[in-house]
């Protein structure tokens, strides 16, 4: 076993180079070593009310299987006091740089922590504490932490208790559902090139030294994970009074004012973190929720664009219904003119412009252009001689799957086709060669998109997939050949584009 000083002096070296200081230049990160302890179980007792005290061990874990200790626990009016003695308590500092202490902790049947106390080791190894509790059954265990004042035990569990065959009281196990801190929580970013001191110290100063160094690590713990941004004010307390601790220390204030100063700052910041650590989750929810709202937008507006094409297709079939009134009439008036008397008639060379009956052609087309603007948005529409082509781009996929907001909008053109009886669509799925693995994935995305018309409510009788591979190339690029084409038609639109007309025919004799 090292001496004393010896012990002291080897404290101060690890600190001086692993933390930092005011006025630090350039900063590098410290190493982080997970080490886990899982599945374990610890046995908790219900200590029974003024029974007298119950004598307990304390066993060490495979991460200090040399470390043991007792406790003596007595239930009292108000109260449960725990007197515990340790040994082979070896520096904290080996199961990484952060770690500067050792804390008493209960843990409840249920699963909750509760912090009881820091455990300081002496220059022997051993370390004693004598703690009161509110808690009436319970296991206890020993852990390796940052500072003293942390909320939740980290993973390095050094010590739990062992009952002994005299121990007074029933005993239940627990496993170990408590939240552990991961150690990844404690990384932050140190100054490169501190050297060791190399002196030795005093007891006075060595306590004095750990706390200011469990300060520190409570302060850059807390805006490493984002205090300065989600608990500005407290963090800002936190560090100002982590500043008056180090002033003290440098003016030689005395022990007590120095290591008061030091443990508040330490609370302080281990409020901050607490808090932060609430307010993030917080803003997770709400985006969580912002994200959901702004979903059930994008329903709510397919489901109205639907009932406005609705209301749309029933305007243009009144069109189509009236337009055909009229053929009718006008070829009534026209059989009546065939059935009067000839009437007299002087031979002469007439121009007769004969125009064809194009009411329903019209129709076709009033419609056709409605449709067209009602599926311009985010994916580009064509109005061709095949039909109306609506693209979706090599873009919009990873890989063979459609991207979400992609889907919202196939949703749109289900809900327009759907609007009007009659159309059907072919899916069409297109490559930028012909080797076979480019047309089965080309072919992959074409049902993949016939897929999404029919979650959004198309039937799909009314839908065909085809792989076209490289068959109809678009454009020079790659990536504009590697494309899906949903392509609409059917009598309702007819078979001519939009931007088409008939032509007239003149004829003389």
């Not at 194009?358 to 529409?381: F, I, V």
């Not at 078979?495 to 025919?505: G, I, Q, R, V």
Request: negative net charge; aromatic residues 6%; charged residues 20%.
């Amino acid at each position: 076993m090292l001496p004393r000083t010896a012990i002291y002096i080897s404290f101060v070296i690890v600190c001086t180079c692993l933390f930092a200081t005011p006025g630090g230049a350039q900063t590098r990160s410290v190493p982080i070593y997970k080490v886990t302890v899982i599945g374990r179980t610890v046995s908790a007792v219900n200590y029974q009310y003024r029974s007298g005290p119950t004598q307990i061990d304390f066993r060490g874990t495979v991460l200090l299987p040399s470390a043991k200790g007792e406790a003596t626990v007595e239930s009292k009016a108000g109260r449960t006091e725990i007197d515990a003695h340790f040994e082979h308590l070896a520096p904290a500092q080996q199961f990484g740089a952060e770690y500067l202490t050792y804390v008493l902790w209960a843990i409840t049947p249920e699963g909750h922590a509760k912090n009881l106390g820091e455990v300081l080791a002496n220059g022997s190894d051993k370390g004693h504490t004598r703690v009161t509790s509110d808690l009436q059954a319970f296991g206890l265990i020993v852990t390796a932490e940052p500072y003293a004042a942390v909320h939740s035990p980290s993973d390095v569990v050094v010590l739990e208790n062992q009952v002994r065959p005299d121990t007074i009281g029933t005993t239940e196990p627990i496993q170990a559902h408590y939240e552990l801190m991961p150690r990844g929580a404690y990384t932050y970013n140190v100054p490169a090139g501190l050297g060791a001191t190399g002196r030795k110290v005093s007891m006075t100063e060595y306590e004095e030294t750990v706390e200011l160094y469990q300060a520190q690590n409570a302060v850059q713990i807390a805006e490493a994970q984002g205090a300065a941004q989600y608990a500005p004010d407290v963090f800002k307390k936190a560090r100002a009074q982590y500043e008056t601790a180090r002033q003290l220390h440098s003016d030689r204030a005395g022990k007590t004012a120095i290591i008061t100063a030091a443990r508040q700052a330490a609370q302080t910041a281990e409020d901050a973190r607490t808090l932060t650590v609430a307010r993030k989750h917080d803003a997770e929810l709400a985006a969580a929720r912002g994200e959901a709202e702004r979903q059930q937008q994008l329903r709510l507006q397919a489901e109205a664009d639907a009932q406005r094409a609705q209301s749309q297709a029933a305007d243009a079939q009144a069109q189509a219904v009236a337009a055909e009134n009229a053929r009718i009439q006008a070829e009534a008036r026209a059989n009546a003119a065939a059935a009067a008397p000839p009437a007299m008639v002087v031979e002469r060379e007439v121009v007769v412009q004969t125009q064809p009956d194009d009411s329903g052609h019209k129709a076709q087309m009033t419609l056709r252009a409605r449709l067209m603007a009602q599926l311009n948005g985010p994916l580009e529409a064509l109005d061709t001689a095949r039909g109306l082509i609506v693209t979706v781009p090599d873009s919009d996929f990873r890989g063979t799957a459609l991207t979400a907001s992609t889907t919202s909008s196939l949703a749109h053109v289900a809900a327009t086709v759907m609007s009007q009886r009659g159309l059907t669509i072919e899916v069409d799925g297109n490559s930028d060669s012909a080797e076979p693995s480019a047309e089965r994935i080309a072919l992959e995305r074409a049902a993949a998109v016939k897929d999404a018309l029919i979650l959004a409510g198309l039937q799909p009788d009314r839908i065909t997939t085809r792989g076209l591979g490289n068959t109809q190339p678009f454009g020079p690029n790659a990536s504009d050949n590697r494309r899906v084409e949903v392509v609409i038609h059917g009598d309702p639109i007819g078979n001519a584009p939009s931007w088409d007309k008939p032509y007239s025919l003149n004829l003389s004799r």
